[in-house]
């Protein structure tokens, strides 16, 4: 499938569909205490999305059975919320979420703590929200991109830190994944040219230690295979040819 470029009608609805997003996720980020259960975090976000008049785009998406994923400590992503998983003190927790809105989706996913965390777990959030950014300085026309992969691999193994491997970031618009896929871990090749009017969704995928993951018996939830913990930061981007629009996160 090729690369699509959104036109102007098209970007507006992708802009509003993200912004809804955004606020979203603020009310999500909010609700993060220690004895909340992942159920209610989801049940919570599902609510707020339809709230909005929009659907949320990941339940029964290839048969995911909620609309937020809600994974915990070593969990990197996909975690499936249940109602005896309650969040304790010390935990991290990444929640992604996506909507449709006018037929059009917007994918982000952000890394919280529970109440107080250690250093090391505080570092691991900051460093992935970085590796994003880190990433993003070439998410512009002109660009290619693999560019952005290895931005995003090279910012986090600095730390010593595992990029996984087995998962990747995706063009977005009028389906949830679309072409290109994009690894967040070191590239041969540079990857196609970017263009204005691409919009992607960037979503490194950072692990405390070995990059290995590995699924659980509920075919969903991706662990670490070392048992420490994972991060995940993602935003949908809009390419055009100066700065990025990052267009998940709130207007300033
Ligand atoms: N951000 C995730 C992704 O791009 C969300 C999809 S989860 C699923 O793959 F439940 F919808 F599959
Ligand atoms: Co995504």
């Not at 909005?52 to 994923?69: K, R, S, T």
């Not at 996506?98 to 919280?112: E, Q």
């Not at 290109?180 to 950072?206: H, K």
């Amino acid at each position: 499938m090729a690369v699509s470029i959104k036109s102007a009608r098209e970007i507006a609805l992708m802009r509003e569909s993200c912004r809804i997003l955004s606020e979203v996720h603020e009310r999500l980020g909010e609700e993060i205490r220690p004895g909340i259960s992942t159920w209610d975090i989801n049940a919570f976000g599902e609510k707020l999305i339809r709230s909005y008049g929009c659907v949320p785009n990941f339940l029964n998406y290839n048969g995911y059975p909620a609309a937020i994923c809600v994974s915990v400590n070593d969990e990197v992503v996909h975690g499936i919320p249940k109602k005896e998983r309650i969040l304790r003190e010390g935990d991290i927790v990444s929640l992604d979420a996506g909507l449709i809105y006018k037929g059009y989706h917007s994918d982000a996913a952000r890394t919280h703590p529970v109440g107080k965390i250690s250093r090391e777990a505080a570092k691991l959030i900051e460093v992935t929200k970085r590796s994003f950014f880190a990433g993003i300085r070439y998410a512009r026309a002109g660009c290619h991109l693999f560019d952005i992969s290895n931005a995003i691999d090279a910012y986090a193994s600095r730390f010593g830190y595992g990029v996984v491997r087995d998962l990747v970031g995706h063009g977005i618009g009028t389906h949830l994944h679309e072409d290109p896929q994009i690894p967040n871990f070191r590239q041969w090749r540079r990857g196609i040219r970017l263009q204005a009017g691409m919009t992607l969704a960037i979503e490194p995928m950072i692990n405390m230690g070995t990059w290995k993951v590995s699924w659980l018996d509920d075919d969903w939830t991706v662990v670490t295979r070392d048992g420490r913990c994972s991060a995940h930061y993602e935003n949908t981007v809009l390419i055009t040819s100066g700065e990025p629009e990052i267009l998940t996160l709130p207007r300033t």
